[in-house]
């Protein structure tokens, strides 16, 4: 058997800058994927990634970024390139989810998405999960409150084995769209699992957004007193 050769320097040269050309590509990629998704209005990260790599006209699975660095992405570009717009946009759909997460309370709302996690701009709808055991809760509730909502089904992952369509409604209010999805009682525990990172997603309650408004409100005023 021939004795072990070392990688000379020239092949570890070449191996680096392969890694390097790789890693280039997904962040390049990604930045397309963000910038087509603030552009088009859409959230499917994979649709996202699809147009972008099409766009660039890149094929190779490697140079495919994740959904987690397409979302770091995102946030970097309308940082850059929203600025205001879009964190004045965010601000309206968080004060709009606000009463309707109060109307909405017998079903233990929580408030889920881009609305939540920050990355909301002007074409995001505000995503509410409702919790009942009763699938024809929610409707008889909007029937009663004569809210003319759309029904529709959305697909979600509960946990690793559990994956199905849930009714949803979507409505419009004060030229807001939301989207309501209505989830068994065992997902208060539990939110269902998010398509960005196979992890549960990030929700939170009426009192946990009034206090995510009360700090933004804080920022902003040390902020001004700061003159920034």
């Given amino acids: 058997m021939p004795p072990h050769r070392p990688p000379t320097r020239s092949a570890v040269h070449a191996r680096t800058h ?16 963000a910038r087509v998704m603030v552009e088009s209005g859409i959230r499917d990260f994979q649709l996202a990634k699809r147009k972008a790599a099409q766009r660039l006209g890149i094929v190779e699975d490697a140079a495919l970024p994740g959904n987690r660095e397409i979302e770091q992405a995102l946030r970097e570009y309308q940082r850059l390139f929203l600025g205001e717009r879009q964190q004045q946009a965010l601000r309206r759909r968080r004060d709009a989810a606000l009463p309707a997460l109060e109307f909405f309370a017998p079903f233990q709302p ?25 699938p024809d809760a929610v409707s008889r509730w909007l029937s009663e409150h004569a809210i ?25 209010a004060d030229g807001l769209e939301f989207d309501l999805c209505v989830l068994p ?7 269902p699992l998010s398509a960005i990172d196979g992890r549960p997603m990030r929700r939170g309650s009426a009192r946990q957004l009034r206090e995510l408004l009360l700090a933004e409100d804080i920022a902003l005023h040390e902020a001004s007193r700061h003159g920034r």
Avoid: K, N
């Avoid at 050309?21 to 990604?30: G, I, N, P």
């Avoid at 939540?116 to 074409?123: E, L, S, V, Y």
């Avoid at 065992?186 to 939110?191: G, N, P, S, T, V």
């Fill in 185 to 191: 009682l065992d997902c208060l525990r539990q939110a």
């Fill in 18 to 33: 392969a890694l390097t050309r790789v890693r280039e590509r997904r962040q390049h990629l990604a930045a397309e994927a």
């Fill in 110 to 134: 929580r408030l889920a998405g881009p609305v939540w996690d920050g990355t909301a701009d002007a074409h995001s709808p505000v995503l509410l999960h409702l919790h009942s055991d009763d």
């Fill in 148 to 172: 003319p909502a759309r029904p529709r089904q959305q697909r979600l992952r509960l946990d690793r084995e559990r994956e199905g369509e849930f009714p949803a409604w979507r409505f419009v």
